[in-house]
């Protein structure tokens, strides 16, 4: 995620380098050059959201239009182009890639798109692959016309199939083998034309009585289409509804929506229908605050809270609920003593028990199969699928206000992007949200239902084994909110143990110092990154960083405020230059009142606001906030406390974390920074005014960062690291969704520890120790390039680092607080006066003591004003004799 700091000229060409797959851009960094990144404002009205269709146009056929088979040593025409050398052997063609951009040419070829790629190759590389096109109208290469696709890097042979959406005819193709150094070898290569059937069932809508079907035309001619006895008209490339009507009489059912299509295969999708007034046999289990309503036969159930039906589930067992035509497993119920047993062929079984507010089943099978989908009923309110969805009043899973390419579909994704083992949804009516044992497992998340639809918000496992517990609270009405949720999530599952660290303290402190003696630094000082573009300068806080560690300043002829995501402004003090460090502060607090509007808040009408709601965000008003609240907290200024008292109350309107990365994500989205900065900003106006109320929304805010940070791990680094956003740069690449991004993970990790000296509702400390720690195992160790640096991503399946390479100065600042020292400035209230030192400060009595801790000359800042100047030896005093 691209740094604050870089200019337009920059921003545009790291865009076009990313697109085209030539670099694997990062997650960049905070605001140290203020550069503007945003165009002219843009009309944001939210569009009417797209249909979804939960399932492609079937294939129904294909053709092999050429293939290589590397046959007696041949090269059958491949050709090495960059950063790679071939070799045919053994009737396999062995790719060397020996850099971090490696592809290779392959023989023209004529295919009548689309067309297929499908390989079969073993790797010991690294990164995505990609594949590059040209077409007789399109002859030249271009990130327009290009596929990425997964490579498993274990040695092992795979059959990877790449769909390519060519217009036209295919003239040549390129292949991107990964995105560095490593060994590829490829058996066989085809490339197929197919063709899917022109007919789509864009989306199913259940009306009261009759199911509408948007039914599109992919093809240059009208197709008729048949359902229930009567018949529509197709326009050629458009769409058209059509419906039929329905009488439903059992409380569950099923419909098989079939459409005959004049020279075609019929198109078929099955779907699962409540009728809330209809009735049955029940067998039925109930205390003082559940009840649960199993259908006697084994179609489905009702759950009610305090007596009122707040979700559903149907169906109760399928084979695989991904599958279009897929069916419904037949149940026996029975009743056995406080639990009601569902059994099926080949010892399948389905087990409910209720316990106050939770409702726990079990699943147990031969073969994964789709457990109870849980149907939640009402208007949404709020909604999370961790790690993936963060959802507001009203909003829609697989939008693309977030995401624009087909990723945006992820109501069934790869499990391992799941953060943690947590779905829920908060209505009108109740909470409901569901936890499980044993990660990875698939999960599926669809709100409103598009996968039936209806107008329910729907979730479920698959797995050939499920323990899984549904929690029902309150609703919206009743006080009910999303964090509760996760709470409870948390305590059911405990937090995961830290893991180790990777060296000794000692060696992790050498390894922070080679960073900033290596990579980062020249003559003209240190680079936030450590690649070239990234212009050098002499920050404060890697100059506060280097101090900490060595106890003593660099020489420099000058110092630039920031640097790092975790400030250190110490420097300032340790060098003589207190006065510009309060000219600094104060005008960037004097820049966010201006900005301030007269409620409260800030606004934001660049580029990356549409498709927003409004023209703010929890994240976007956070971070201005916290920039008052900090002058505020070092010099006591009033203006600044009052205006940033101001944003502290406008922002309780605020439900969801997003909005603080405006500088290439989408304002609307879900954002761990915007969790960070929420945090620091409530902790701060506690710490000003003693308010329990700041206390409580900095509680409530940290528990939304939660789903960012990964609860468990099936990969050496995994767990803690966190997800920056979900969603993309530039609503299209790089996708972030399962990909860490550490830095925006120490910034929450240093709210945490911010918050954890006044609230113990979960152990914040060992939170931000895992994200610590998880960061450390991502840096670059002893003899790399980029040594003692920490990634800006990392590929959690391939382990790869991806650049940008970030400073280490965050991580410096968290482990000294994780060892109980002092990483920044100290702030002391005393007899109506403020203090500010680089070094511990004690109120006794009738004087202020300062510890310092290394033998450097340094200055105390009184009331954002006066400077005292101290020199190494100590410890010394502030007497009220000698304040203002």
Avoid at 553 to 569: D, F, Q, R
Avoid at 757 to 774: C, K, P
Avoid at 819 to 843: K, S
Wanted: glycine content about 8%; hydrophobic content about 40%; some cysteine.
């Amino acid at each position: 995620m691209m740094t604050n700091g870089v200019t337009n000229e920059l921003k545009s060409t790291m865009m076009k380098n990313r697109a085209a797959g030539l670099t694997t851009g990062g997650a960049f960094i905070l605001s140290v050059i203020l550069a503007s990144l945003h165009g002219a404002g843009i009309c944001c009205a939210a569009t009417s959201p797209e249909p979804i269709n939960p399932y492609p146009r079937e294939i129904i056929s294909e053709a092999p239009a050429a293939s290589w088979d590397f046959e007696h040593g041949s090269l059958a025409g491949w050709r090495a182009v960059n950063e790679t050398r071939l070799d045919a052997r053994n009737s396999k063609l062995w790719i060397a890639a020996t850099g971090h951009d490696p592809y290779i040419h392959v023989p023209k070829v004529e295919a009548e798109g689309p067309v297929m790629i499908e390989l079969r190759m073993k790797s010991s590389g690294v990164g995505e692959g990609e594949i590059f096109w040209t077409t007789k109208s399109a002859n030249s290469w271009s990130p327009d016309r290009s596929a990425r696709f997964e490579i498993d890097h274990d040695g092992g042979w795979h059959d990877v199939t790449v769909e390519l959406p060519v217009e036209g005819v295919l003239t040549q193709w390129r292949l991107d083998p990964g995105t560095g150094a490593g060994e590829i070898v490829i058996d066989q290569a085809i490339v197929k034309e197919y063709r899917r059937h022109p007919i789509e069932l864009a989306s199913i809508s259940v009306q009261d009585d009759k199911i509408q079907v948007l039914v599109r035309n992919h093809s240059e001619s009208s197709r008729n289409v048949s359902w229930g006895g009567n018949t529509w008209q197709v326009p050629a490339g458009g769409q058209t509804e059509v419906h039929k009507k329905m009488a439903p009489e059992a409380p569950f059912g099923r419909v098989i929506v079939s459409l005959a299509v004049e020279g075609y295969p019929q198109v078929k999708r099955r779907i699962f229908l409540h009728a809330p007034e209809a009735s049955t046999d029940w067998v039925v289990l109930k205390n003082d605050r559940l009840i649960l309503k199993v259908a006697a036969n084994g179609r489905g159930a009702r759950v009610y809270r305090n007596g009122s039906p707040v979700a559903f589930m149907s169906p109760l067992l399928q084979k695989d609920p991904l599958a279009r035509h897929t069916k419904t497993i037949p149940l026996e119920v029975a009743k056995r003593d406080e639990k009601i047993v569902l059994t099926g062929e080949q010892d399948v079984s389905l087990t409910f028990r209720l316990d106050g507010s939770e409702l726990h089943y079990s699943v147990k099978a031969p073969k994964p199969i789709g457990g109870p989908a849980v149907r939640v009923l009402g208007h949404l309110e709020q909604g999370l699928f961790a790690g993936l969805e963060y959802l507001g009043e009203g909003e829609r899973s697989s939008s693309k206000l977030d995401i624009r390419t087909p990723e945006r579909i992820r109501f069934a994704p790869d499990p391992r992007e799941v953060t943690m083992p947590l779905m829920a949804f908060v209505t009108s009516g109740a909470s409901v949200a569901i936890t499980w044992e044993r990660m990875p497992m698939q999960p599926i998340f669809a709100t409103p239902n598009f996968l039936d639809g209806t107008s329910d918000h729907r979730m479920s496992l698959k797995s050939s084994e499920i323990d899984a517990t549904i929690r029902v609270g309150a609703g919206w009405k009743e006080g009910g909110r999303l964090v509760d949720s996760i709470l409870w999530a948390l305590e059911k599952q405990g937090l995961p143990k830290p893991p180790a660290m990777p060296r000794s303290l000692e060696e992790q402190w050498n390894l922070c110092l080679e960073a900033y003696r290596g990579p980062l630094r020249t003559e003209n000082g240190w680079g936030h990154c450590a690649e070239d573009r990234f212009g050098r300068q002499f920050y404060s806080d890697h100059a506060s960083a280097i101090w900490r560690l060595t106890g003593e300043m660099p020489v420099v002829p000058k110092l630039v405020p920031g640097g790092a995501h975790v400030e250190n402004p110490a420097s300032f003090l340790v060098s003589g230059r207190a006065d510009q460090w309060l000219d600094h502060i104060r005008n960037a607090a004097h820049q966010a009142r201006r900005q301030q509007q007269a409620g409260g808040s800030f606004r934001y009408d660049g580029e990356y606001r549409e498709g927003h709601f409004e023209n703010t965000a929890s994240g976007y008003c956070a971070r201005r906030a916290w920039t008052l609240l900090k002058h505020a907290w070092y010099t006591g200024d009033e203006p600044s406390l009052k205006a940033g008292l101001k944003s502290l109350d406008y922002m309780k309107r605020f439900r969801t974390p997003r909005g603080a990365q405006t500088w290439e994500v989408p304002l609307h989205t879900p954002d761990i920074l915007a969790s960070a900065y929420l945090v620091k900003s409530y902790v701060l106006g506690f710490r000003l005014t003693e308010n329990p109320e700041y206390l409580k929304l900095a509680r409530r805010w940290a528990l939304t960062g939660i789903p960012f940070v990964y609860q468990w791990a099936d990969r050496p680094i995994m767990v803690y690291s966190t997800i920056a956003v979900y969603g993309a740069t530039n609503w299209t690449a790089p996708n972030w969704i399962g990909r860490p991004v550490q830095w925006c993970g120490t910034v929450y990790a240093d709210a945490l520890l911010q918050l954890n000296r006044f609230d113990s509702t979960l152990d914040w400390q060992r939170i931000a120790r895992g994200i610590t720690v998880a960061a450390e195992q991502m840096q670059y160790r002893k003899g790399d390039p980029f040594v003692g640096c920490l990634p800006d991503s990392i590929l959690l399946k391939s382990q790869q680092r991806q650049p940008w390479n970030i400073n280490p100065g965050a991580l410096v600042s968290l482990r000294l607080q994780l060892q109980g020292r002092l990483d920044d400035l100290d702030v002391a209230a005393f007899q109506g006066h403020r203090l500010v030192a680089p070094f511990p400060m004690e109120v006794r009595h009738d004087r202020v003591v300062i510890q310092p801790t290394t033998k450097t000359d340094y200055e105390i800042v009184v009331d954002g004003e006066r400077v005292i100047r101290k020199p190494a030896a100590g410890p010394h005093w502030v007497e009220h004799g000698q304040l203002p």
